[in-house]
């Protein structure tokens, strides 16, 4: 949806040039327009109400929902573009040295002898399972 369908659905409308409005705000008695509207060359549509409203207040008023002021975006087969490197390098090696310091515990505590209780297997497993999850984050796996 573009700014255009919103602003059919708004009173007291003014351009105040190229893809930039003003209007009166829905979500509160409005006497002069206090709702600013702009599009964005990308399709974005922004809103600002000078009295405060708030955004999800504003697109509620008029039956509409945040996503609307988004154009819908392009995706190839279903899946869009996977990002090349989701996460940097140093996130991952973090996660991966903290999860392996609590590998090092409990293996610490096996070779002493100390029993593992529900709780310390569990995080045992936790910790495998977030190390594998970076690993593959950093598209090692």
Do not use: Y
């Not at 705000?25 to 600013?36: K, T, V």
């Not at 945040?66 to 995706?75: N, S, Y």
């Not at 593959?136 to 796996?141: H, S, T, V, Y």
């Amino acid at each position: 949806m573009g700014a255009n369908s919103l602003i059919a659905l708004l009173h007291g409308v003014k351009c105040m040039g190229q893809n930039r409005w003003l209007a009166k705000c829905p979500s509160h008695d409005d006497r002069a327009p206090s709702l600013s509207i702009r599009e964005l060359e990308d399709g974005r549509v922004l809103l600002h109400c000078f009295a405060g409203c708030d955004v999800h207040e504003v697109v509620h008023a008029v039956g509409l929902q945040i996503d609307d002021l988004f154009p819908p975006r392009e995706i190839e087969d279903g899946r869009g573009k996977p990002e090349r490197r989701p996460f940097p390098a140093t996130d991952i090696l973090r996660a991966i040295a903290f999860e392996s310091t609590v590998v090092l515990i409990a293996a610490a505590d096996l070779l002493a002898g100390r029993p593992f209780n529900d709780h310390d297997r569990a995080r045992l497993v936790l910790a495998v399972s977030r190390i594998q999850a970076a690993l593959e984050a950093g598209g090692i796996q």
